[in-house]
Structure formats: C-alpha cells, structure tokens
C-alpha cells in the first residue's frame, strides 16, 4: 500500500482566517514533504520532514507553519494568507532507508478570498 | 546549478500512435530519476525509479529509459486514458530534494 491521505480536499478562506492541512500515511515512511502547486507548473518544495524534524524550509514566507506530530502525520498551519496562496498543496512521503521516490497525496485545493 | 529540462511541452497523439518524451537533466551527482503522471487537480502519481544509464522499466504501454544525460518515457500504442501530464524529476547525490522538469502534457485522441 503506497497511499497518503490529505484532508481536506478543498479549502476555501479568507486573508484573516486560520486554518490547517492534515496529511497521513501508514507506511512506515521517515520523511515528509510539503509542496505547493500552482497550474501548469511542477511542484515546488516547501519543507522536509526527516525522523519527525524539520530538516528543510525553503524560504516559505512564515505565514506557513508546518508540524510533524509524529511519523505518521504532518500538519500545515495556514494563517493570514494571501490570494496568490492559492493552490493545489501537496503532501508527500519517502522510505528513506530503502528507496528515494516519494509518494504523493491527492493535494489539498486551497482557495484565499 | 542542478537542472531538468522535459520536452516536448505538449504532445497531441492518435490512439496508438507510438511517441516519446524526453528529460535532460544536468546534475553533479544522480542520485535517481522518477517519471510521475498527474491527472488535472489530482497529486503526482509514481511510476518508475531509474537509478544508473542503461537502465530500464517497464510498466503496460509505458517503458523508461535512462542515458548519463537523459530519460526517455516511450509510450507504446497510447490509449486516450493515458492523456495526462508526465512529470520527470532527478534527486542528486549533494541535496535532500527532487528538481522537477516543467511537465510534457500528453493528450492522446481516440
């Protein structure tokens, strides 16, 4: 089984809200990935969770705040976005001992009012 | 600088009309390159790891194949199902995080 969960599927808020994304998997899996997708463009790299701790932030304004409860779940906290947040964000996890690729989600289609 | 190129951007093809995709890359080390498929609105789905030139794999209609500079996605007999866009990303020796190439958009009419 190579599946990750993202809930919710669809997010729609305002610039003053505050809201999470979920991401799970149960593979066993040590490193998580968050991405944001915009249309028409590749995925581009937010952060990297390596054995729960954050060993990548590619400069992602502070408005985002990831969390790594535990191996199985990572968090998003979103709080006052701004429209061009808007996006498809992904979730993604890897078997760092064995293997590289990296197993993708359904995404989260985030919407900023 | 780390780099992956695809191409072409957008490839429109007949049912059963056998074509290929392309990805350069330019990287200090390979680590890996992975092909994924993403249907519209939905996250990458996996489809190979290609570790070392020469390599090969295979899948149904679809085979990728790795060369020192780069991977071709060759796609035997497409069916309109496979329409989608193929992504190609690289994972180097120096870094901890996947280059994505911009994504051919394959649409394949019946």
């Known amino acids: 089984d190579t599946e990750v969960t993202q809930t919710p599927k669809h997010l729609v808020m305002g610039m003053t809200n505050k809201k999470s994304l979920k991401c799970e998997q149960h593979m066993g899996h040590r490193a998580m990935y968050w991405y944001k997708q915009k249309a028409k463009k590749p995925p581009e790299l937010m952060f990297v969770y390596s054995y729960e701790k954050l060993s990548i932030n590619e400069s992602v304004p502070s408005r985002f705040s990831p969390e790594c409860p535990n191996s199985s779940l990572l968090n998003l906290h979103l709080h006052a976005l701004q429209p061009e947040d808007s996006a498809l964000y992904l979730c993604?996890?890897?078997?760092?001992?064995?293997?590289?690729?990296?197993?993708f989600g359904p995404g989260t289609r985030l919407t900023v009012t | 600088e780390d780099q992956v190129t695809q191409s072409p951007e957008a490839l429109r093809l007949q049912e059963g009309e056998s074509s290929s995709l392309n990805c350069s890359y330019t990287v200090s080390g390979l680590r890996g390159l992975f092909w994924y498929r993403q249907d519209p609105g939905k996250g990458p789905e996996f489809l190979f790891t290609?570790?070392?030139a020469g390599e090969e794999k295979e899948k149904e209609r679809l085979k990728a194949t790795l060369t020192k500079k780069e991977s071709f996605l060759h796609i035997t007999a497409p069916k309109p199902e496979d329409s989608a866009t193929y992504l190609c990303?690289?994972?180097?020796?120096?870094?901890?995080?996947?280059?994505f190439g911009s994504g051919t958009k394959l649409n394949v009419k019946p």
């Open positions: 993604a996890s890897r078997a760092t001992k064995s293997s590289y690729e990296q197993y």
């Open positions: 990303a690289v994972l180097s020796t120096g870094f901890n995080k996947f280059y």
């Open positions: 290609l570790y070392s």
